[in-house]
């Protein structure tokens, strides 16, 4: 199992409980959308797997290691193995595409290194291969918010992958985008996934986008989960039980779509 | 609906713009108080007219003096003195904004812990509180006469005016972009360089410009108490009675702020 979570607890110190003893697991190279009501504690439980938000109990196992033991170095370098991508993308907007890129070795070179941008040739070259592979080469020296909406989320992509990344958090990667670029952002994160063997907890808003591109779809409402199974047996029911009642009959993928959806999934 | 019982028309005819002050009472005490405390105020104020009548006849021949400015007689006095001015501006706005960083740092709510915030904030108060004369007395005082002393009131000025803004700006950043490189594992040193530092560098960059440009006006005044710089060579000919001098001494430094201002604002419309 790359990612054991285990009763994990966030109480924020408003008093709100976000996340309420959560049991998951996730093997390797599986891709998970994590959906549920805003608010139901999503972003809250990636972001207690890295550690941006303290969990307030429980314990996150990444790979056999107790991230939630970690002190701030060793943290640290475990961070370097969790990608992540946001939903407003979270360039350093004066940065160039490439500066932006090469942060994501941040975790791996010295400041000074990075301070001058003194950065390994093979790192440089990864930069622009992955660059290359999401169509981006040709703007490596833009900065960062000459960008559109689907270039900047393509180079927040390629930034997690700078990390060399087991798993991916991804927090509502198509928030921002239109109905179309947010197929291909989802397209290209499954894709790179199975390119790369790398599994991805994707926070999503759109039940008909997780249903397409995840097999397994864990639902979370008021911190807990409510649903966890693969995206074919997303019901009605299931959705009712994770969102409220609503009439849920043109949400749910129709079956003859789901050999398509499938393909487009591998 | 009540689309049918609803009158919109009566309801823009009774439509009023929300005012400033919500609450009546409140609003027409606030405006009879203003003007109540104008008008108290106008009627203190006493005016002895015929020694402003003198005066101005004082302060005709005072500004005669002025005239023809004298650039050539204690040319190297001015020369000198505009030289260390300059001296100090520079010293003492690198000095200050070197000091100034780890003071922003400490005092930005969303980096320090609050012990932290609170010693820092502390600092950026003293050093506003007191106006650079005052600085400048004590460091006189401290040091003696001559240009270190007006030196470090500068320095110790820009950090408190350099410190609070930068704060304030480090406050503002947009958190996302320092949360997307926390999480690739970085150092809390490349987190600053990287996700804090992009965001602020316009802004530090503006300031320094600006802030140069009020040290040289600052340093010409330093020098009435004794702090060094073109203030002592001024100071220098208004007590030897010699106002032509003086003269050419605020034509220089007119110039020059006017120089200083134009680079300063120049250079921030460049960073924006």
Not at chain 1, 57 to 81: F, H, K, N
Not at chain 2, 74 to 102: F, N, Q, W, Y
Request: glycine share 8%; hydrophobic share 50%.
């Amino acid at each position: 199992m790359l990612l054991t979570i285990e009763g994990l607890t966030k109480r924020y110190p408003t008093g709100d409980l976000a996340l309420d003893k959560v049991d998951l697991q996730v093997p390797a190279g599986q891709v998970m959308a994590l959906i549920g009501p805003s608010g139901a504690g999503k972003s809250t439980l990636i972001r207690c797997v890295n550690r941006l938000v303290e969990p307030s109990a429980g314990r996150v196992q990444l790979d056999g290691v107790e991230l939630t033991a970690l002190g701030s170095a060793a943290l640290r370098r475990a961070r370097r193995r969790m990608g992540m991508i946001f939903q407003e993308y979270a360039l350093v907007e004066r940065l160039t595409v490439m500066e932006n890129v090469l942060s994501g070795r941040l975790g791996y070179v010295g400041f000074w290194a990075s301070w001058f941008r003194r950065f390994p040739r093979k790192d440089v070259e990864e930069a622009f291969r992955l660059l290359d592979r999401v169509g981006l080469a040709h703007m490596a020296d833009k900065r960062a918010d000459a960008l559109s909406g689907g270039q900047r989320q393509r180079v927040g992509i390629v930034r997690a992958l700078m990390q060399d990344p087991k798993l991916l958090l991804v927090d509502e990667p198509t928030a921002s985008l239109d109905p179309k670029t947010s197929r291909q952002i989802m397209r290209l994160i499954v894709e790179l996934c199975a390119e790369r063997g790398l599994a991805a907890i994707i926070n999503i808003h759109d039940v008909a986008l997780a249903q397409q591109f995840a097999r397994r779809i864990v639902g979370l409402r008021a911190g807990r989960i409510v649903f966890d199974g693969p995206a074919e047996e997303l019901r009605a029911e299931a959705l009712t039980d994770i969102y409220g009642e609503e009439d849920w009959s043109q949400t749910i993928r129709p079956a003859e779509e789901e050999d398509e959806a499938a393909e487009a999934a591998l | 609906m009540s689309a049918t019982t609803f009158d919109a028309a009566a309801a823009a005819r009774a439509w009023r713009p929300p005012p400033l002050i919500a609450t009546p009472w409140l609003r027409y005490a606030v405006y009879l108080g203003a003007l109540a405390y104008a008008l108290l105020a106008v009627s203190t104020i006493e005016v002895n007219w015929t020694r402003a009548a003198e005066g101005v006849e004082r302060a005709g021949r005072f500004l005669g003096g002025f005239f023809p400015p004298d650039f050539i007689t204690k040319r190297s006095d001015i020369l000198e003195g505009l030289l260390e001015s300059l001296t100090m501006t520079v010293v003492a706005t690198g000095l200050g904004i070197l000091l100034s960083i780890p003071v922003a740092l400490g005092a930005a709510r969303n980096l320090a812990p609050l012990p932290v915030y609170l010693f820092c904030r502390g600092i950026i108060a003293i050093s506003r509180t007191f106006q650079e004369i005052i600085i400048a007395i004590v460091f006189v005082a401290m040091l003696g006469f001559g240009p270190l002393a007006g030196t470090l009131t500068l320095a110790f000025a820009t950090i408190g005016f350099m410190a609070k803004l930068i704060a304030e700006d480090i406050e503002d950043i947009q958190a996302s972009q320092a949360e997307a490189v926390r999480a690739t594992g970085s150092s809390w040193f490349q987190l600053l360089a990287w996700g804090v530092l992009p965001q602020v560098r316009p802004r530090l960059i503006g300031l320094s410009a600006y802030r140069l440009d009020i040290n040289f006006r600052e340093s010409a005044v330093l020098g009435l108490v004794g702090a060094g710089g073109i203030g002592d060579t001024l100071n220098t000919s208004f007590d030897r009675y010699e106002f032509d001098t003086a003269a050419a001494v605020l034509i220089v430094i007119i110039v020059i702020v006017l120089a200083c201002e134009y680079a300063s604002g120049f250079i921030r419309r460049k960073v924006q």
